[in-house]
């Protein structure tokens, strides 16, 4: 059985820094992986896509050159470092991974087979 596990968020300043990790467990290959986020009222939205060996990384533009998405170098474990956070990065983060999912398409959701739970940020002025 696939597992996605986030973990990592939490409440942070303004300003600040946060790193949030995502494990998949039970799927025999490396996979695509990519974070999304989903505000209150708001539709989830692409973040960060990083291909299955990390060679390829794609991000959304709302935080380019604030993020950093990487992995280990193997198995399916990949994390997402964030600085000067804002408010408006203020949202459940979520995981996901695919077979067959496109890292430059990261920001499509009908692509990613397996999700996590999510993982809340709360960015405080």
């Known amino acids: 059985q696939v597992q996605v596990v986030e973990s990592g968020g939490g409440s942070v300043q303004g300003g600040g820094s946060m790193t949030l990790s995502c494990t998949v467990t039970?799927?025999?290959?490396?996979?695509?992986m990519a974070w999304f986020r989903q505000a209150p009222g708001k539709e989830r939205e692409g973040v960060a896509g990083?291909?299955?060996?990390?060679?390829?990384?794609y991000y959304a533009h709302f935080v380019e050159g604030r993020a950093t998405i990487s992995r280990a170098a193997s198995g399916n474990t990949m994390n997402l470092r964030m600085n000067s956070l804002k408010r408006d990065d203020t949202a459940i983060y979520y995981c996901a991974a695919g077979d067959d999912a496109r890292a430059s398409r990261y920001y499509d959701p009908t692509q990613w087979e397996f999700w996590g739970q999510g993982t809340q940020v709360t960015v405080s002025s």
């Open positions: 990083i291909s299955e060996y990390g060679s390829a990384k």
């Open positions: 039970g799927y025999p290959v490396t996979l695509t």
